[in-house]
């Protein structure tokens, strides 16, 4: 999937879907296989929905303040082409398909103690009111708008390329995290 061509309505009903695949997949998880970790350099699964619930509330808020017509715009937002050609190579480096793994920056790193087993239900809580978000959007003003990376000021991308780079990340470690459940030694109920 090239998540860089998506409409607005397209990631609208990826998010949708995200939810009730995170849901129907790890909601009925204890405590313990949510924290369940296959070595220590891996994520569990709550680790991976944490990370994706810091990150998506440091994005939406990014994109919220570019929407906001009060709130000032950097030198960086101003520039007319960067903004399109980073938007599409970030989002398709957080595709599912890529292959580069990357450290998530300070500022979107799950806990490494035990996460609440409520993980899921904030995640399906976050997606629920992302999908409505989005649904109020203009696909042209998002296309338009440029708003600020949460995790680099001078990294620049349309908001429309924001909630791409969303979806496209959610589906990444919500697969990480399908793996998790998959790997040797997986606690049992």
Known sequence: ???????LAEVKTGLAEIAGDVESTF?????RQLNWRPD???WSVAQCLEHLLTANRLMIGQADDALDPAHPRSVWQRLPVLPGLLGRLIVRS????????????ASARPATSDIAADVVHQFVAQHRDAVARVAALDEGRAARTVMTSPFARIVTYSVLDGWRLMLAHDRRHV???????QA??????
């Open 1 to 7: 999937m090239d998540y860089t061509t998506l409409s």
């Open 27 to 31: 909601g009925a998880l204890n405590g």
């Open 40 to 42: 220590p350099a891996r």
């Open 94 to 105: 957080q595709a599912p398909e890529a292959t580069r793994k990357y450290t998530a920056p």
């Open 175 to 181: 697969e990480q995290a399908r793996r998790v459940t």
């Open 184 to 189: 040797a030694g997986f606690p049992g109920a």
